[in-house]
């Protein structure tokens, strides 16, 4: 495979979350607004590419028996990296993410791109299956969280775009609607593709 | 904080359910919860692991890595006594019983990815809890999660063989299960309000 087709493969046709279903947890908590979807997303692509391409470097190095605690280790090191990135120059966001953050760390994601991908392949090669993973998890989450935004606040990115007349859904804002949204979004794009493939 | 313990055991159950507020422990929930056998095993692994991993996390975070100033280390550390007591209770159980780990055992090591163990630790740092809040809110936690998957399991197994949209077919269908679920458990919210 070509560099661009890694990339395009890891984001769109094998993405992570209505593919694989993986990662959900962070992709359901913070999509109530878009900054924090798109911070997040940030923080993920980040840990991904760098974590993808130390396991990748130390493929030959780390033993069998023990590659899940080093993988769990060096994703771990890159998610403190991001949280005191984050502490000190945007301790408001910092504050609403709150543990998402810290759990990027069991975000399956990673752990399953570095034992899908990094564990076999060249460092360069995993860093751009990471970045590409990264954005399609990213896209995921921003297209849930601008309808959740829109709806539950009348805003876009924070900015007021419906007005005062608005009538905020207040259910988009909660737990439920995060179900709704990502399931909706799972049907919409799953549904065409199995009834091709039914064909 | 000054709340009782209690109250937060029944918000952490009810209320701010871990999985069904807080979105934690997703993916094991959503592939494990087929049978309802399964994700009773899965269930108690959690509420078991969840109880005392959130004591032995509280312990260390407050005696050690406080006074140590070493608090930016503590996803590592928590992650590491996490598995490292997943590892233990394993070796454990399959020494003493052997009955127990064929049931429990299998999904031991599933638990160290659940996000919702390291997550509680992290909430219990961010709130500010005591030892007693910090054990109950795991506690809670470990039963309501365990209640989520169990309800979620016996509604698949209900609609097993019933007509659904190819596209929600799986994953989806659970999550709109889910998501029905989260909206009931927002009528708990009148017994206590808890953030």
């Not at chain 1, 991001?82 to 752990?111: H, Q, R, W």
């Not at chain 1, 970045?131 to 007021?160: C, D, N, T």
Request: glycine content about 8%.
């Amino acid at each position: 495979m070509t560099k661009k087709e890694i990339f395009i493969v890891s984001a769109f046709t094998e993405n992570s979350v209505w593919k694989q279903v993986l990662g959900i947890c962070s992709a359901l908590a913070v999509t109530n607004l878009m900054k924090n979807s798109l911070v997040m997303g940030l923080g993920v692509t980040f840990t991904l590419a760098l974590s993808g391409l130390t396991i990748s470097l130390l493929r030959q190095y780390i033993p069998k028996r023990v590659r899940m605690m080093v993988q769990t280790l060096i994703i771990a090191s890159y998610v403190i990296i991001v949280d005191i990135f984050l502490k000190a120059f945007y301790p408001e966001m910092s504050k609403a993410l709150g543990p998402y953050v810290g759990l990027i760390i069991t975000n399956c994601i990673i752990m399953g791109r570095a034992e899908a991908f990094a564990g076999k392949n060249k460092p360069l090669d995993s860093m751009i299956d990471g970045i590409g993973a990264g954005l399609g998890y990213s896209l995921v989450l921003l297209l849930i969280s601008f309808f959740r935004e829109l709806f539950g606040f009348g805003s876009v990115m924070g900015f007021s775009v419906l007005g005062d007349w608005w009538y905020r859904w207040s259910i988009m804002v909660m737990a439920p609607s995060a179900f709704f949204m990502l399931a909706i979004l799972i049907w919409i794009i799953e549904g065409p593709l199995r009834a091709n493939r039914k064909k | 904080m000054e709340v009782n313990p209690l109250i937060i055991f029944i918000a952490a159950i009810f209320t701010s359910n871990i999985l069904l507020t807080n979105f934690l422990g997703m993916c094991s929930f959503l592939s494990v919860s087929r049978e309802v056998e399964s994700s009773i095993g899965l269930g108690l692994a959690v509420f078991f692991v969840l109880t005392f991993t959130t004591a032995i996390n509280y312990v260390i975070y407050h005696f050690i890595l406080v006074p140590l100033q070493l608090v930016y280390l503590q996803y590592i550390i928590f992650i590491i006594i996490i598995a490292a007591f997943v590892q233990l209770i394993e070796m454990i159980i399959e020494r003493f019983s052997p009955v127990l780990y064929y049931t429990l055992g299998i999904f031991l090591p599933l638990i160290t990815v659940n996000c919702a163990i390291l997550g509680v630790s992290l909430f219990m740092v961010i709130r500010e809890y005591t030892f007693i809040q910090s054990v109950l809110f795991g506690a809670g936690s470990g039963l309501g999660w365990l209640l989520a998957i169990l309800a979620l399991a016996g509604i698949r197994q209900k609609i097993k063989y019933k007509f659904v949209p190819a596209g929600l077919q799986g994953a989806g269908l659970s999550l709109i299960i889910t998501g029905i679920m989260a909206l009931g458990f927002i009528g708990f919210s009148g017994i206590v309000i808890i953030q």
